[in-house]
């Protein structure tokens, strides 16, 4: 069982940055890919970013590529999402995620966590 729970999510201006954080209570943390999914009022959740289990792969939604940036460290069981540059349209839930893929399809995804609010307005 692996149960993520997110943090970090706050009022951002445009423009501006914020990293979320994901920390997951199990031993075997580096055996899941990990995803961040967002979901706006009255959309769809969406896929943000994905990562592999070692770190050294990386996905993103065409919306966010060159903005965010995923990122983990095993040894903490932790994975983050450095968002930089932070549009109005980024405002939404934010939830992590982990699956044995790395994949942009929430479906992959066995776990989930309750999510953060980020909302980005001036």
């Known amino acids: 069982q692996v149960q993520p729970v997110e943090s970090g999510g706050r009022l951002v201006q445009p423009g501006g940055s914020l990293r979320l954080s994901c920390a997951a209570s199990?031993?075997?943390?580096?055996?899941?890919?990990m995803g961040w999914f967002r979901q706006a009022p009255g959309k769809e959740r969406e896929f943000v970013a994905a990562?592999?289990?070692?770190?050294?792969?990386?996905y993103y939604a065409d919306s966010v590529k060159g903005r965010f940036t995923i990122s983990r460290d095993n040894a903490k069981n932790t994975v983050y999402l450095q968002m930089n540059s932070l549009k109005p349209e980024d405002t939404a839930v934010y939830y992590c995620?982990?699956?044995?893929?790395?994949?942009?399809?929430?479906?992959?995804?066995?776990?989930w966590g309750q999510g953060t609010q980020v909302t980005v307005s001036s």
């Open positions: 199990t031993r075997t943390f580096a055996n899941y890919a």
């Open positions: 995620a982990a699956g044995p893929y790395s994949g942009t399809m929430s479906t992959v995804y066995d776990y």
């Open positions: 990562i592999n289990w070692s770190g050294d792969r990386t």
